[in-house]
């Protein structure tokens, strides 16, 4: 039972749930400070957890519906390929399509019980922001391929994570938690964007038109990426401009050396897609690293948990800065 659970959650990609436990702790530990209630604020974790889980499987198999509608579509060819892991259960036969949608469903079902929770005891409020990330699940899978995947992540863990949570912690609405989600925000569009920047090439040839494969190469997008980094750090600035924090949250700009050498090793992946960067201390955690070894999928993942772990530290050391603010 263990070994199914653990392969489905590998399945539902649980290595990207830090992106939004960490969002997360940043408006739990705001509204905490601002009399918030912490168990509504657990079960908003575990709702939003659930539909992330859930809007990743859903992701997948419209990729995979798509892929079998190719008439030049090769399974031997496509799972041989160690840097494309998406639907690879699903190609591979692993799981069923009937499966996938019983797992999803689980996953939805058990979001929406939370949010029915917190709509029993926090009022009406909380519906709306269930309603946006409700929608914002369903329609990724279409947005993902009109180059509007990033918005919607930006809705996403913006208004609707931010927004949700302080409601169903505090019963009010506030502009200031707005502007505290913007740098968190943007270093989590980051994470999305690195990798459609790796799937420069499978995009286009999936149909997915991504802001990343507008460009005329891979190279070329990093510029976008250079520009995302720049503005997350510089959009701290805003938090003690409008008096939300104080000058404790500039701890973040510890992480900028994190931020160089992702974008240096972006660079490095659009110019030899297919060697591993040397692994630091600092890189850490990197998980399973022995068996993406085996994988051959060092090269793709590596990037991956660089941004993955940029946001978590810099996250991090938000909270920490809200914290020492008091």
């Known amino acids: 039972m263990l070994n199914k659970v653990l392969k489905i959650l590998e399945y539902s990609r649980y290595f990207s749930l830090p992106m939004t436990i960490m969002s997360w702790s940043i408006i739990f530990v705001y509204s905490v400070l601002n009399s918030g209630n912490a168990q509504y604020g657990m079960i908003a974790l575990a709702g939003i957890c659930f539909v992330h889980l859930g809007t990743n499987l859903l992701d997948d198999f419209f990729d995979y519906k798509y892929l079998m509608k190719q008439l030049d579509f090769d399974k031997t060819a496509y799972l041989q390929n160690s840097q494309k892991t998406k639907c690879r259960y699903l190609i591979s036969g692993l799981i069923s399509e009937s499966q996938l949608f019983g797992i999803l469903s689980v996953f939805f079902a058990l979001g929406l019980l939370c949010g029915l929770y917190l709509f029993l005891k926090c009022g009406v409020g909380i519906l709306w922001f269930a309603l946006l990330g409700g929608v914002i699940a369903v329609t990724y899978p279409l947005a993902s391929r009109i180059c509007l995947s ?11 994570l931010f927004g949700g949570v302080y409601y169903a912690m505090t019963g009010a609405y506030s502009i200031d938690v707005l502007i505290l989600s913007i740098p968190s925000t943007i270093i989590t569009v980051v994470l999305l964007y690195i990798h459609t920047v790796m799937d420069f090439e499978f995009d286009l040839n999936e149909g997915k038109n991504t802001i990343a494969n507008r460009f005329d190469s891979q190279l070329d997008s990093l510029a976008i990426l250079k520009f995302l980094l720049i503005t997350a750090y510089i959009s701290v600035l805003l938090l003690c401009i409008f008096d939300i924090a104080d000058w404790q949250v500039f701890m973040v700009f510890f992480t900028i050396p994190l931020a160089v050498d992702l974008y240096r090793s972006l660079q490095s992946f659009s110019e030899r897609s297919q060697e591993t960067p040397v692994k630091r201390w600092y890189h850490f955690p990197m998980e399973n690293w022995e068996k993406l070894k085996e994988r051959n999928e060092t090269s793709f993942m590596m990037r991956m948990y660089q ?20």
Do not use: D, K, T
């Not at 941004?307 to 008091?326: E, P």
């Open 307 to 326: 941004s993955r772990n940029l946001m978590i530290y810099f996250s991090l050391f938000l909270a920490l800065g809200l914290v020492l603010a008091l």
């Open 150 to 160: 990033e918005m919607m992540v930006a809705l996403a863990y913006g208004p609707a």
